[in-house]
């Protein structure tokens, strides 16, 4: 089934961490101790958040990570393709692997376009997902989420 890394779901914690902190540095420190979450793994991922411009740093006493931008901006899709890339559901839907012949069944595979649209559709749902739907104070009609339930 569909399941995000350990990664992602750590960078969305220390994200939705850094939302409600509201503009304030948070420490890797922090973050780890609240959420119990390793804390040389938690580094890595606030990282490459940094890297792909979804955090920034400051260094000092008073230093930590903080969102670049508003948490309405960020999606979920941002997020997740930080991480770890676009999802797939199936083998065939990683393009090496089609250029490689791994599969005999590319050619007449009844569920590669079905499970396509699926992965696609899921795909735009994480774009409409914004960090702040994602937050414990946002409210029902904010939070495209809910509408899964």
């Known amino acids: 089934m569909i399941q995000l890394t350990k990664r992602t779901e750590y960078g969305l914690i220390a994200l939705v961490h850094m939302a409600e902190s509201e503009g ?3 420490s890797v ?3 780890s101790e609240r959420f119990r979450i390793p804390k040389r793994l938690l580094a890595e991922v606030l990282k490459d958040l940094c890297h792909a ?6 260094r000092g006493a008073t230093g930590g990570y903080a969102l670049s931008s508003s948490p309405d901006a960020v999606t979920l ?3 997740v393709g930080a991480l770890e890339g676009r999802p797939t559901l199936t083998s065939c839907e990683n393009l090496s692997t089609v250029h490689h012949g791994d599969c005999d069944l590319v050619h007449v595979c009844p569920i590669r376009s079905p ?4 992965r696609e559709g899921l ?3 994480m774009q409409q997902t914004t960090l702040r739907s994602l937050l414990r104070t946002a409210t029902p009609a904010s939070a495209p989420m809910s509408t899964l339930g």
């Open 77 to 79: 899709s941002t997020v």
């Open 53 to 58: 411009e979804l955090v920034e740093s400051q």
């Open 24 to 26: 304030r540095y948070v």
């Open 123 to 125: 795909w735009q749902l």
């Open 29 to 31: 420190r922090e973050i």
């Open 115 to 118: 499970l396509h649209r699926l």
